[in-house]
């Protein structure tokens, strides 16, 4: 058994250690449906604003913030805002995450994830990567997300689509997991109205985990 962190991946390797392989075509039917779903979803005239405020000062100085003054001024404070911390789910951040998936025993800290679990996760869902300024700083955000990722897919036996994002500056990608077959969305610039697509997307996000993988 090899060990290995998630921080030692790009996608090349996964795919090549993991035989899976990346869908290109946008319209891939789970992607799909999760950003069709995400247009359903209701913004409130108060979340409207809440986007805005926090959007304003990413403006101004998002793309020379830290991963951790991107992560506290605009990433968690987004998320908290869609509201999926409740009595059976939770967003969790910097928690450790292992799993065998094939020959490899594959670890590291998740920035983020989505899971069961009140004081700490349990079941995850959702796994999210990396707060960072550019693909320069210490491994590749989209691996990582991935690689943690296929950790939770090989602990559900496949069973069911496992979600993620990983974030590069003001980027961010939405990534569906199923099977051998991975698809990334196109990029969500947060500075721009889009802010409002990637918030439907984790309200989309939410209304799938609560109906579809609980």
């Known amino acids: 058994m090899q060990t290995a962190t998630f921080k030692q991946w790009t996608l090349t390797k996964l795919d090549n250690a993991f035989g899976i392989k990346q ?18 979803m209701e913004i409130t005239p108060y979340e409207n604003q809440q986007l805005l405020d926090l959007q304003q000062p990413l403006k101004w100085g998002g793309k020379g913030w ?41 670890s590291g800290i998740v920035d983020g994830m989505i899971a069961t679990g009140v004081r700490d996760p349990d079941k995850p869902f959702f796994c999210m990567h990396k707060y960072k ?7 590749q955000p989209d691996a990582q997300a991935l690689a943690a990722m296929l950790v939770v897919q090989a602990d ?12 590069v500056g003001l980027i961010w990608n939405f990534i569906v997991l199923n099977g051998n077959e991975y698809c990334i969305s ?23 985990i609560k109906t579809e993988l609980m």
């Open 23 to 40: 869908i290109y075509d946008m319209d891939y039917d789970l992607l799909k449906k999760w950003q069709d779903l995400s247009k359903t």
């Open 66 to 106: 830290n991963e951790y003054e991107l992560e506290n001024k605009f990433i968690s404070p987004v998320f908290m805002a869609a509201k999926f911390d409740d009595l059976t789910i939770g967003y969790f951040l910097e928690r450790p995450l292992k799993g065998v998936v094939g020959d490899y025993e594959l």
């Open 133 to 139: 300024r550019s693909v320069d700083n210490e491994g």
């Open 156 to 167: 559900e036996n496949g069973r069911k689509p496992i979600y993620g994002l990983y974030i």
């Open 186 to 208: 196109q990029n969500y610039d947060a500075s721009n109205p889009e802010i409002f697509d990637m918030f439907g997307m984790l309200k989309a996000l939410k209304h799938i």
